[in-house]
């Protein structure tokens, strides 16, 4: 394998990598901040895959094409900065649940399920470890009768 495409192939897995981390970031968070530096990372992510490919075709149209993604991004940090600074005035909170007052007429409130409760057969808590020198202490039960051998 050549250096070019050994190139191609690493600066393309880098912006997969990217935009894979954004695309799980903006869809699993739910504070707007999180989520638009999560839109920023897939932006960039496209970046480097559109470099990758215009070094290795040996033109210039996707580095063009990365000069209008950064106008993009800048405009929509700039949108998201203020959009995020009015909405935290108004609910105090950067929860995107917490702002339904932006929905339509015609959709249904959203409502949030409660989490299940701890299950009764919790699972045993790790040991902690003593101080320096002080020998911890171990029921008799555990030393004396051991349920496995």
Known sequence: MNYEVALLNDCLIVGALL??????GFVCRRNMIVMFLAAE???Q?????????SRFHNNFGGQML????????????AIALALITVLFRRSGKLDVVDWQ????????????MPL???PADRPRPWPHLPLAGVQPEVPREETDCRPKV
């Open 101 to 112: 007052m932006l929905r339509e007429a015609n959709q249904a409130i959203y409502i949030e």
């Open 45 to 53: 992510g496209i970046s480097i895959s559109l470099a990758a490919w």
């Open 19 to 24: 935009f894979g981390v954004g695309l799980i």
């Open 66 to 77: 990365i000069v209008f993604i950064i106008a993009v991004a800048a405009c929509e940090a």
């Open 41 to 43: 990372m897939m932006l």
């Open 116 to 118: 299940s409760p701890d």
